[in-house]
Structure formats: structure tokens, C-alpha cells
């Protein structure tokens, strides 16, 4: 039953991509992806009940189809976090399915009969191969889960660099889906067959809540929403407090000092952090220099990313307000909204990293002060 229940989810998910207008990279590598779950799914759901008996001519065909997981999950994670991707590389991802489909090609030039007598006897006669290919499987589960992540961390920097606010664009469900399907490859090695695809209907459900919930994944809505602005800043990733010079640059310290006076002067007149979506794009522009020059005085003057440095910066306009005589008519969460945070979860979160402390402790503390 559960089988039925995942092709049929799998199933509705492809319809809703194949009828989706102006599909992007994204939608066209999530359907090849999900087709080849489909593919599995239904092969798997013969061979459980037995029925093989009767459509012996499909096995052997899926035996190879788990070498797709992990380039599929690679690809589509890079074309969610790149505008532009290469596809020259692309076949080499599938290097190692095309080996093991050309393995299994022995077994499926078998008669009917045979292949049968094959599957009746837990693989007698193609158990080495059989091993080769589950030994692929695992590197494969191995080696996708590292560079899905690496590319993950790699666009989280990114984000970091170039925006004040994660919340929609920081691809967290990503993460998710990266340890969902690495605990099906690790159930590979451990667990029997019903579990495996049991988890891998799961994992079907798990993509199609998330991504439906995800925007512009299921919708007609942008999927790509930081792409461009990352794309065209083209900023090189530092790590946050690292005093280094960025490679290639041609800016003197004499430079630095007056575009991080500007912005300082820019910050404290305008106060443009309380612009909750604020980008490092939009400043550069008021500030009229190059966003990789700007990211770059961030970076090693501030010793901070720029969404770091931009939600100190609320963060210090938060304390100052709520010392204010009618501070107490607001809540907490309202001021912080003013401030330029968007969301509770994140004004918490980046208080707490600030000041080590929850806001709420932080105000008692203020009103414990005596006053001057």
C-alpha cells in the first residue's frame, strides 16, 4: 500500500511540474529526478509482490536507477543556488550509472526464465556485480552528500555577503533533503528492501510539502530569488572575522578607511538597515562604489559579512529604543520590527549573538539600572 502511495504522490508532483509555465533549470532537473524515483518506485512495487513472474522483461533495469540520486540532488541544489550553470559537465555525473547499467546488461540479455530463476535465487551467478554496484552506491551516497553540502555552505556565505535578511532565500529545506537522503543510503547498507523504499515514499512526501511550501518551486513565482544579485556581485567569499585582503583587488588602505567613513556617515544619516530587505547592492548603489569593493571594506574592516554587520547595527538601534521613555507602550517584537527585522525567529536569534542574551533579559537588566 504504501508503495501505491508513493507513486501516487510522485506521480501528482510530476503532473504539477510537467504543467507548470515558464519552468525554470531548477523544475527541469526536480522532474527528471522524480521520474527516475517513479521509475523505481513502480519497478520495486512489481518485484515486492511477486509479479515479477509475470513482467519478467522489466528486471534487472532498476538495479542501477539509485546511482541518480545523488547527481540529480547535486544538480538541482546548484541550479537553485546559481543563475548560470554549466552543463558540460553534467554527463560526467552519470558516469557511474552508465557503468552499472552497462554491467547489468549481462542479466538483461537473459530469458525470461532465466532472469527469474535469477531473482528466486537472490542473484546467484551475478552476485559480484551485484556487489560492485551496491559498493558504487555507497560511494556515490558519500561523495554527493560532501559537495551537496560544500555547495550549500558555499551559497549560505553568499547570502551572507550580499543580504541583511536569510528568511526565504537561505534554502535551510535544502539542508533536509541532503540528511534524508543519506539516511537512505545508509539504509542501503543496513536495512532490507521494504525499509529502503518505504523511506524513499517518505522522502517523495518530504519533496513534495517542502517544495510546494518552498517559493517558486511548485508556483509560478521566481524559484531563483537571490541568483542574480548573487550572480552579478560575483563577491569572493571571506570568513567572518579573517583579516584578509581579497585577491586581485586593487584598493589601498587609504581607500578603505574613506568608503568605510561614507558608510558609516551613510548609516547613522539615512539608516538604511531599517529597511528590512535591505541588499548590499541597494548600499553600494547609494554609496556609489562597487558592490565587491563595499563587500570587501565590510570584510576586513568590520571584520564582518555584511548581514552581520547590518543586524548589529539594528540591533544597537533596538537597545537605544527601547530606553526611550515610551518604549514601554510597544512590544518587544514591534520595535524590532522598526529596527528592520523581519521575522521574530530572526531578531531572537541575532540578539542573542550579539548580546549573549534573550531581548527580554536584556530589557530587564536595563530596567534594574538605576537611572542617572
Not at 528486471?59 to 537553485?80: D, Q, T, W
Not at 560544500?150 to 547570502?159: C, N, P, Q, T
Request: hydrophobic content about 45%; aromatic content about 14%; overall charge positive.
Amino acid at each position: 500500500m504504501i508503495y501505491i502511495i508513493g507513486i501516487s504522490i510522485t506521480s501528482f508532483l510530476l503532473f504539477v511540474l510537467l504543467t507548470k509555465k515558464q519552468k525554470s533549470i531548477a523544475d527541469k532537473i526536480l522532474f527528471g529526478w522524480l521520474f527516475a524515483i517513479l521509475i523505481q518506485l513502480v519497478l520495486f512495487s512489481v518485484k515486492s509482490s511477486n509479479e515479477y513472474v509475470r513482467f519478467p522483461y522489466i528486471l534487472g533495469f532498476e538495479i542501477a536507477l539509485p546511482l541518480l540520486h545523488g547527481p540529480f540532488l547535486f544538480l538541482y541544489i546548484k541550479s537553485l543556488t546559481y543563475r548560470n550553470i554549466s552543463f558540460r559537465k553534467v554527463p560526467l555525473h552519470f558516469i557511474p550509472y552508465t557503468i552499472a547499467f552497462i554491467l547489468t546488461i549481462p542479466f538483461l540479455l537473459l530469458g525470461q526464465e532465466e532472469k527469474i530463476y535469477v531473482y528466486q535465487n537472490e542473484g546467484e551467478g551475478y552476485r559480484l556485480i551485484a556487489s560492485i554496484i551496491l559498493l558504487g552506491i555507497i560511494l556515490s551516497g558519500i561523495i554527493y552528500t560532501f559537495i551537496s553540502l560544500r555547495a550549500l555552505i558555499k551559497h549560505k556565505r553568499r547570502i551572507k555577503d550580499n543580504f541583511s535578511y536569510t528568511e526565504k532565500i537561505n534554502l535551510e529545506w535544502l539542508y533536509r533533503l541532503v540528511i534524508g537522503l543519506s539516511c537512505i543510503w545508509i539504509l542501503v547498507i543496513f536495512a532490507d528492501d521494504e525499509i529502503i523504499f518505504s523511506s524513499v515514499v517518505l522522502f517523495v512526501v518530504y519533496i513534495g510539502y517542502f517544495g510546494i511550501k518552498q517559493v517558486g518551486i511548485f508556483t509560478n513565482q521566481h524559484a531563483m530569488i537571490t541568483s542574480e544579485i548573487l550572480e552579478s556581485s560575483e563577491t569572493i567569499a571571506i570568513p567572518p572575522f579573517e583579516n584578509v585582503k581579497y585577491e586581485k583587488s586593487s584598493l589601498t588602505d587609504v581607500q578603505s578607511q574613506d568608503i568605510h567613513k561614507r558608510l558609516k556617515l551613510l548609516m547613522k544619516e539615512k539608516k538604511l538597515y531599517l529597511i528590512p530587505e535591505l541588499t548590499l547592492a541597494m548600499t553600494s548603489q547609494e554609496l556609489n562604489v562597487h558592490s565587491n569593493t563595499l563587500s570587501q571594506v565590510i570584510n576586513t574592516v568590520e571584520q564582518k559579512n555584511f548581514f552581520d554587520y547590518i543586524n548589529t547595527l539594528r540591533i544597537e538601534e533596538f537597545k537605544e529604543r527601547i530606553t526611550q521613555p515610551d518604549s514601554h507602550k510597544y512590544t518587544l517584537l514591534s520595535i524590532a520590527y522598526e529596527c528592520g527585522f523581519n521575522s521574530k525567529t530572526s531578531f531572537n536569534r541575532n540578539f542573542k549573538n550579539h548580546a549573549g542574551k534573550s531581548p527580554s533579559e536584556y530589557l530587564k537588566e536595563v530596567k534594574s539600572k538605576p537611572r542617572e
